[in-house]
């Protein structure tokens, strides 16, 4: 099996104090040799300078960045600024995504779709930028159907993007079911799971909630019955998120993109259990 490609997201500080988490977090990281380390962009470009500012400084730190970009809000000349940006700060990797509309923002921008974006980055920079876009194995929670789903990503793939990475999931055959799927559409480029490691399962649950993401039945029974236990919970949620991470690779996903939530432990831990990384 060769080795895995581990890739980690962030999400950019709002407060000094955060910003001091993410600097421990990410130096810990380094242990792991990741391939890129993403920052996610908020809904309609929100924390839009905030994670210009993250990027840049992770960016001066020698740091391989590949930022968020969600088209969402966004004119196409605000995007071609962005891009321009990025470019003159030799950054070469980007996660191009759709986004979702703040609440009370009305005017949805010139690009409604992340296909449209994929599109606009290659005119605009050719293949200077390696593109990553999302992938949902159990469904989009907005789409009409997994069907039609699948078909929308096998547009955003065709567009020009190189990479997928997918919103997280705890059920493997969804992964490789969809990975089947996408290849029947002429999708042959690698899509990477994304691991959401558990330390809370409220916040679990309520993340799950607001993205669709499911949280199989005999999971939930098991956090349950453990209460405020939450060294417990922690333990479980360590020991369910390694058991698929070893399947996932055993299975041939091309690596792992760990949404750390700015915090190191949990992420080295399953990589310590995996064998990744040189801890």
């Given at each position: 099996?060769?080795?895995?490609?581990?890739?980690?997201?962030?999400?950019?500080?709002?407060?000094?104090?955060?910003?001091?988490?993410?600097?421990?977090?990410?130096?810990?990281?380094?242990?792991?040799?990741?391939?890129?380390?993403?920052?996610?962009?908020?809904?309609?470009?929100?924390?839009?300078?905030?994670?210009?500012?993250?990027?840049?400084?992770?960016?001066?730190?020698?740091?391989?960045?590949?930022?968020?970009?969600?088209?969402?809000?966004?004119?196409?000349?605000?995007?071609?600024?962005?891009?321009?940006?990025?470019?003159?700060?030799?950054?070469?990797?980007?996660?191009?995504?759709?986004?979702?509309?703040?609440?009370?923002?009305?005017?949805?921008?010139?690009?409604?779709?992340?296909?449209?974006?994929?599109?606009?980055?290659?005119?605009?920079?050719?293949?200077?930028?390696?593109?990553?876009?999302?992938?949902?194995?159990?469904?989009?929670?907005?789409?009409?159907?997994?069907?039609?789903?699948?078909?929308?990503?096998?547009?955003?793939?065709?567009?020009?993007?190189?990479?997928?990475?997918?919103?997280?999931?705890?059920?493997?055959?969804?992964?490789?079911?969809?990975?089947?799927?996408?290849?029947?559409?002429g999708v042959k480029a690698p899509i990477i799971p994304g691991?959401?490691?558990?330390?809370?399962?409220?916040?679990?649950?309520?993340?799950?909630?607001?993205?669709?993401?499911?949280?199989?039945?005999?999971?939930?029974?098991?956090?349950?019955?453990?209460?405020?236990?939450?060294?417990?919970?922690?333990?479980?949620?360590?020991?369910?998120?390694?058991?698929?991470?070893?399947?996932?690779?055993?299975?041939?996903?091309?690596?792992?993109?760990?949404?750390?939530?700015?915090?190191?432990?949990?992420?080295?831990?399953?990589?310590?259990?995996?064998?990744?990384?040189?801890?």
């Amino acid at each position: 099996m060769n080795k895995p490609e581990l890739s980690i997201e962030f999400f950019p500080p709002q407060t000094q104090e955060g910003a001091g988490k993410l600097k421990v977090a990410l130096e810990r990281l380094t242990a792991l040799e990741s391939e890129f380390y993403s920052v996610t962009y908020g809904a309609g470009g929100t924390t839009r300078e905030r994670t210009f500012n993250a990027v840049n400084q992770m960016v001066s730190e020698g740091y391989t960045v590949a930022p968020h970009l969600s088209c969402v809000g966004s004119s196409r000349d605000e995007v071609r600024e962005i891009l321009y940006r990025y470019r003159q700060e030799r950054i070469s990797r980007i996660v191009a995504i759709r986004g979702d509309l703040p609440s009370g923002m009305v005017n949805r921008g010139e690009l409604r779709h992340a296909d449209e974006l994929v599109s606009l980055i290659r005119q605009e920079t050719g293949e200077h930028f390696r593109i990553y876009v999302a992938a949902y194995p159990e469904c989009h929670p907005q789409s009409a159907d997994a069907a039609a789903d699948l078909r929308y990503f096998a547009r955003k793939m065709a567009a020009g993007a190189n990479c997928a990475i997918t919103q997280y999931f705890y059920n493997a055959d969804a992964y490789f079911y969809y990975v089947d799927e996408a290849s029947k559409l002429g999708v042959k480029a690698p899509i990477i799971p994304g691991v959401l490691p558990i330390i809370s399962y409220g916040r679990l649950a309520r993340f799950s909630e607001n993205c669709g993401a499911e949280i199989p039945l005999w999971m939930r029974k098991r956090f349950e019955q453990f209460g405020d236990d939450s060294d417990a919970v922690k333990e479980l949620g360590m020991d369910i998120v390694t058991s698929l991470c070893e399947r996932l690779l055993q299975g041939g996903a091309p690596g792992l993109h760990f949404y750390c939530m700015n915090q190191a432990t949990a992420t080295l831990e399953i990589c310590r259990r995996l064998g990744l990384g040189r801890q």
